[in-house]
Nanobody, 128 residues
């Protein structure tokens, strides 16, 4: 059974930093690209960042480029999102999601057609 469990979300002040983790199990983690997506209150799903299976390619939404860094440790079956210079508008529930295609060469932006599993999410609140 595929499981994705996010953690690390907390209340943080604007300008602060935070690292989210996503523990994966039930599949060969190192063979699948992964993404982080978020959902702010009252809004739809926003893709944040993606990484290919080997960790050699990463992509970011313009809204987080230069502030967030996605990474993965395939030996630990864990995906990370380092979030720096946090803004009020980064407040959201953050989810990790698994690409449905094994060893895809490119990073694909999240859609429900391209990703087949995601976790329950972790709440990040940016507030003073």
């Amino acid at each position: 059974e595929v499981q994705l469990v996010e953690s690390g979300g907390i209340l943080v002040q604007p300008g602060g930093s935070l690292r989210l983790s996503c523990a994966a199990s039930g599949f060969t983690f190192g063979s699948y690209g992964m993404s982080w997506v978020r959902q702010a209150p009252g809004k739809g799903i926003e893709w944040v960042s993606g990484i290919n299976s080997r960790g050699s390619r990463t992509t970011y939404a313009d809204s987080v480029k230069g502030r967030f860094t996605i990474s993965r440790d395939n030996a630990k079956n864990t995906l990370y999102l380092q979030m720096n210079a946090l803004k009020f508008e980064d407040t959201a529930v953050y989810f990790c999601a698994k690409d449905k295609i094994r060893d895809r060469a490119v990073v694909v932006v999240f859609t429900r057609e391209e990703y087949d599993y995601w976790g329950q999410g972790t709440q990040v609140t940016v507030s003073s």
